[in-house]
């Protein structure tokens, strides 16, 4: 049985594993067994052609099983060569930019055992998958996936479990490019003949997503509580936001859902969710919250809105600060129209104070009209102030080397939000 395999930037090649054969003679070990080797050919007009032994092949073990990482840039595959773990092992080597093979390398011993481990197959996520009889399973040959960190360093390895998995060997996993679809083989109970081919439909979990953001600040909420609950108001679970504001739960198709934002100073926000009638191949539905502070005594205190910067020795409003200060107009003129501010503006270390302070009250001036020209009321502007170089964000004083970026970051002008109503 051929399993052929497409190698990088070459014209239409493949890899293959068959029995040591060349030359019409197959060839034999020393105990008289015809080992597995790979090869590659070309397919020049139709016929396969330029066929040739990888140079880690031996007469004396088999390499076999051959399949490509996601780049391109490993090639995997199985063999019992001397100095692995156990009897069959997965090994890679590393294919250069002129398609030329390093040395193998073992995969290391979370996935292999001192048993045997073959049939390597990776699919588009780099998902390493495998057979072994060495890991704990339900019998014989099961399949295992790889499972990595966070920084996509290798952690464990899981069994797939029913139905891919059975007490009699399974093996020879393939998933489609779909993520959901794919095949493996398996001498199971109630096949046709020995080794039978099956193809399986995975319905991927289902899972929830989405932020929660200060509208006012426009700044991702930590910690925020996130709830999930039925129709009738019952809790199922609930997550707390990372530091990005980001959450996810896992839930389960063609059900309704009510789910809750929360935090301290806030008030509660609440949506509907329904996962009925999703197609199978979604994997995820979002859910985002946008919320406001809970105002006491018809006032509160916020953060500051900003920065914008200023190029050098300019009190010019930039192009590339456009976004923020239409979001600043907006919340306002329409969003909080009782709103008022502060204008605070800055300078580098770069030329001498004075000029700096006179710069600086220019970059607020420039500042406060360009506010009022989009429709502010000046009157809820209650100051707008330069502050020189006096009140640097970094250590760019003079006394040290600092790159343009590290100076940029003290031309400044900040936004101080005072009440809203």
């Known amino acids: 049985m051929m399993a052929l395999l497409p190698l990088p930037k070459m014209e239409k090649p493949c890899t293959f594993q068959r029995?040591?054969?060349?030359?019409?003679?197959?060839?034999?070990?020393?105990?008289?067994?015809?080992?597995?080797?790979?090869?590659?050919?070309?397919?020049?007009?139709?016929?396969?052609?330029?066929?040739?032994?990888?140079?880690?092949?031996?007469?004396?073990?088999?390499?076999?099983?051959?399949?490509?990482?996601?780049?391109?840039?490993?090639?995997?595959?199985?063999?019992?060569?001397?100095?692995?773990?156990?009897?069959?092992?997965?090994?890679?080597?590393?294919?250069?930019?002129?398609?030329?093979?390093?040395?193998?390398?073992?995969?290391?011993n979370i996935i292999n055992t001192k048993r045997n481990e073959l049939f390597p197959f990776i699919n588009t996520e780099d998902i390493l998958f495998f057979s072994s009889?060495?890991?704990?399973?339900?019998?014989l040959l099961d399949i295992f996936a790889t499972?990595?960190?966070?920084?996509?360093?290798?952690?464990?390895?899981?069994?797939?479990?029913?139905?891919?998995?059975?007490?009699?060997?399974?093996?020879?996993?393939?998933?489609?490019?779909?993520?959901?679809?794919?095949?493996?083989?398996?001498?199971?109970?109630?096949?046709?003949g020995d080794d039978d081919i099956y193809a399986y439909n995975r319905i991927p979990r289902l899972k929830l997503d989405g932020t929660v953001k200060d509208i006012i600040n426009n700044t991702p909420v930590e910690n925020a509580i996130v709830t999930l609950l039925d129709t009738d108001g019952n809790k199922i679970a609930y997550v707390e936001t990372d530091k990005n504001g980001e959450y996810y739960i896992n839930i389960d198709r063609d059900t309704d859902y009510l789910v809750t934002a929360n935090k301290d100073g806030y008030p509660q926000y609440e949506t509907s969710v329904t996962t009925k009638g999703l197609d199978?191949?979604?994997?995820?539905?979002?859910?985002?919250?946008?919320?406001?502070?809970?105002?006491?005594?018809?006032?509160?205190?916020?953060?500051?809105?900003?920065?914008?910067?200023?190029?050098?020795?300019?009190?010019?409003?930039?192009?590339?600060?456009?976004?923020?200060?239409?979001?600043?107009?907006?919340?306002?003129?329409?969003?909080?129209?009782?709103?008022?501010?502060?204008?605070?503006s800055h300078t580098d270390s770069r030329g001498p104070s004075a000029y700096n302070d006179i710069l600086s009250s220019k970059r607020a001036r420039s500042t406060y009209d360009y506010l009022i020209s989009k429709g502010v009321d000046p009157s809820r502007i209650i100051e707008y102030k330069g502050f020189g170089e006096s009140q640097l964000v970094n250590d760019c004083d003079g006394t040290t080397p600092c790159s343009e970026a590290q100076h940029q970051l003290n031309r400044r002008t900040n936004f101080i939000i005072i009440k809203v109503k």
């Not at 059975?166 to 001498?187: E, H, V």
């Open 280 to 344: 199978d191949t979604i994997k995820s539905i979002t859910a985002n919250f946008e919320i406001s502070p809970t105002q006491k005594q018809e006032e509160i205190i916020i953060d500051d809105l900003g920065p914008i910067y200023f190029n050098f020795d300019s009190a010019k409003i930039r192009k590339d600060d456009s976004d923020e200060l239409a979001r600043i107009v907006n919340l306002m003129v329409n969003k909080y129209p009782e709103m008022t501010i502060t204008i605070e």
């Open 147 to 192: 499972v990595y960190d966070e920084e996509g360093t290798l952690t464990d390895v899981v069994n797939l479990g029913i139905p891919v998995n059975s007490n009699k060997d399974d093996f020879s996993f393939f998933m489609n490019t779909d993520g959901i679809t794919g095949y493996f083989a398996s001498n199971r109970d109630g096949g046709v």
């Open 133 to 139: 009889d060495g890991h704990l399973g339900l019998g």
């Open 19 to 108: 029995n040591n054969y060349d030359d019409k003679k197959l060839g034999k070990d020393r105990n008289g067994i015809s080992n597995l080797k790979i090869y590659k050919a070309s397919l020049v007009d139709g016929e396969w052609t330029n066929i040739k032994e990888l140079p880690f092949n031996d007469d004396n073990y088999s390499v076999g099983h051959p399949t490509l990482n996601k780049d391109e840039t490993k090639l995997y595959f199985a063999s019992d060569m001397p100095g692995g773990l156990g009897g069959s092992d997965i090994y890679y080597v590393d294919i250069n930019k002129n398609n030329g093979y390093g040395m193998p390398q073992n995969a290391g």
